[in-house]
């Protein structure tokens, strides 16, 4: 079974920073591009930031030069470290990876940040 585990989500103050993990596993993704996305109260989900297998990146406007993507293939693995965050920023927080096409999402976890 395919699953995306995601972690480090939780509530933080305006201008603090938060580090999310996802965690594969049930299949290997170190060729597979992989994102974050997020959803907020009424929003429809968007893409935060991406990394291909090599690691090239690419970031939403709203996010960049605030969250960093990153990955570790040896650990099936990818992260998402956000910095200066702001109330905007809440949301549930997904983990995607596509397999050749197969799209695989995690559970979701909720970031909330207070004003």
């Known amino acids: 079974q395919v699953q995306l585990v995601e972690s480090g989500g939780g509530l933080v103050q305006a201008g603090g920073s938060l580090s999310l993990s996802c965690a594969a596993s049930?299949?290997?993704?170190?060729?597979?591009?992989m994102a974050w996305y997020r959803q907020g109260r009424g929003n429809a989900r968007e893409l935060v930031a991406a990394?291909?297998?090599?690691?090239?990146?690419n970031y939403a406007d709203s996010v960049k030069g605030r969250f960093t993507i990153s990955r570790d293939n040896a650990k099936n693995s990818v992260y998402l470290q956000m910095n200066s965050l702001k109330p905007g920023d809440t949301g549930a927080y997904y983990c995607?990876?596509?397999?050749?096409?197969?799209?695989?999402w995690g559970q979701g976890t909720q970031v909330t940040v207070s004003s």
């Open positions: 049930g299949r290997d993704f170190n060729f597979s591009p």
């Open positions: 995607y990876a596509d397999f050749l096409g197969t799209k695989y």
């Open positions: 990394i291909t297998s090599g690691g090239n990146t």
